[in-house]
Nanobody, 121 residues
């Protein structure tokens, strides 16, 4: 069974930094693109950053220059280094992975349970 488990969310002051981690586990045949999304109260879930399996990255305009996504394929882990945090960054952050497990014929998108990031002013 595939699982994505995020960690690293916390309460931090504006201007501070945090690093989120997401570990993928299970009977995985191929791990494709991975990413981070976030959802603030009363808002839709939005893309934060994605990274392909050849390390091509994409960022939302609101975080470009402040956040960095990276991955360690050997550890099946994706990271989100966040700096210069703002109160508007407050949200639940979700990890996403497109992957194929050994028991399925194609890839599917999987989600973690989310980790809370709160930025105080």
């Amino acid at each position: 069974q595939v699982q994505l488990v995020e960690s690293g969310g916390a309460l931090v002051q504006a201007g501070g930094s945090l690093r989120l981690s997401c570990v993928v586990s299970g009977n995985i045949f191929r791990l494709n693109a991975m990413g981070w999304y976030r959802q603030a109260p009363g808002k839709q879930r939005e893309l934060v950053a994605t990274i392909t399996n050849d390390d091509s990255t994409n960022y939302a305009a609101s975080v470009k220059g402040r956040f960095t996504i990276s991955r360690d394929n050997a550890k099946k882990t994706v990271y989100l280094q966040m700096s210069a945090l703002k109160p508007d960054d407050t949200a639940v952050y979700y990890c996403n992975a497109d992957l194929r497990s050994f028991d399925l014929a194609r890839s599917y998108a999987y989600w973690g349970q989310g980790t809370q990031v709160t930025v105080s002013s």
